[in-house]
């Protein structure tokens, strides 16, 4: 019996790390991340080249970002993915709310800016399309929270509680659009949230914090629903192979506490990095005010000592 979905025959044998970190790669995803990690190593070059400096940090941060998904997609991970509930949660959770992050605080989107040349006057090249594209209707519309938040629940709910999942995991095209919408998903949450990069929509660091907590309680129901169901609930995973040795139940109880778990991580990384942003520009913004200080002779502070004298000459 095909249990992959794939049209391949897979007997798996009983999953331990070392199996599930074998090397097993997905063309689309392996060429997208070598493609990636291409583009961004270029941006870096070139910047360098030009004299311009470039935060190692992120370079680091964007470059495990796209091992992350690497590692996820084209290692066994993936074909026993394809048959365990456990194993698949543990991409999803992965490429839907750790490699974004890390996408994200890498600013690929900066970079580009500073990288891509500018057109002539009156032309539109590669770099003016990407601004066209940040400042336009449809891109407020995809990172407004009132959109982010409904589609990141949308995408645990709405594709795991209807056959929508049975129909995706039965073709390639179909796991690996899923996949794609993982990420996705994941990218236009976390960006308004934490992202450096410049974005149409981006809220004080009180209401970025609002809009992270809002969407993580839904997903530790997720879980929960998961892990107390008296009967598998995903139709993909009823009947794993027995060359396995798993139930199917034990499995999806396993799924439901890694989606549960997985609530918590994104939650305290994006806290940190906000906090940290939070501070740099509060920083920023101390030493602006100190910089116009010495330029003005702090005219603003002579102005108001000027005010409390007239307020006590008034007063005598």
Aim: hydrophobic share 50%.
């Amino acid at each position: 019996m095909d249990h992959s979905g794939h049209g391949m025959m897979m007997d798996l044998p009983p999953f331990t790390l070392g199996r599930g970190l074998a090397w097993s790669a997905d063309p689309f995803f392996l060429i997208a991340c070598l493609l990636g990690l291409a583009l961004y190593g270029w941006g870096v070059v070139r910047l360098t080249r030009r004299g311009d400096k470039w935060p190692v940090g992120r370079t680091v941060s964007f470059v495990v970002g796209v091992l992350s998904v690497l590692l996820m997609m084209c290692t066994k991970l993936n074909d026993y993915g394809m048959v365990m509930f456990s194993v698949h949660m543990v991409q999803h959770m992965i490429i839907s709310m750790v490699s974004p992050i890390l996408l994200l605080l890498g600013a690929p989107i900066t970079l580009a800016l500073r990288a891509l040349p500018t057109a002539g006057r009156g032309r539109k090249g590669p770099r003016e399309l990407l601004l066209m594209l940040l400042h336009s209707r449809y891109m407020r519309i995809i990172t407004h929270p009132a959109f982010t938040i409904p589609l990141f629940i949308a995408s645990l709910y709405g594709l795991y509680f209807t056959p929508l999942f049975d129909f995706l995991m039965g073709s390639k095209v179909g796991h690996i659009g899923m996949m794609v919408h993982f990420l996705a998903v994941g990218l236009v949450f976390f960006w308004p949230i934490m992202g450096v990069d410049p974005g149409p929509h981006r809220p004080g660091y009180v209401m970025r914090m609002l809009e992270l907590f809002a969407g993580m309680p839904f997903h530790a129901f997720f879980g929960i629903a998961l892990m107390m169901a008296s009967g598998p609930m995903v139709e993909t995973f009823q009947n794993p192979p027995a060359s396995l040795g798993i139930d199917a139940l034990s499995d999806q109880n396993a799924a439901g506490g890694i989606a549960w778990a997985f609530s918590e991580v994104p939650s305290v990384l994006v806290l940190l990095a906000l906090l940290f942003q939070w501070y740099a520009s509060e920083e920023r913004q101390a030493r602006r005010t100190d910089r116009a200080a010495d330029r003005d002779g702090d005219k603003e502070l002579e102005a108001y000592n000027a005010y409390l004298a007239s307020l006590n000459t008034r007063g005598g």
